[in-house]
């Protein structure tokens, strides 16, 4: 299993707290990013020297938003 780093970021780009994850993929690092964010403007994930994303607290509120509108569209 992947080894990822999760850099919180302070509004200037300084990273404030680290952690670090095993997960599955890109994709479940990111939804990982997305829980941990908390309080902080930014978070950047990392997997060895490869950065996966760099996430904005407004990109997370904008991907949970589409997402709740999303299940409630009608089908057909």
Known sequence: MPFYRFYLLTTNGHIALGREADCEN????????????????AVEVW????????????????????SKNESHMPLG
Not at 26 to 41: G, K, L, N, R
Not at 47 to 66: F, P, S
């Open 26 to 41: 890109d994709a479940h690092a990111i939804a990982q990013a997305a829980e941990v964010i908390a309080h902080y403007p």
């Open 47 to 66: 997997e060895g020297g490869r950065r996966v994303i760099r996430l904005a607290v407004e990109d997370i509120r904008k991907r949970h938003h589409l």
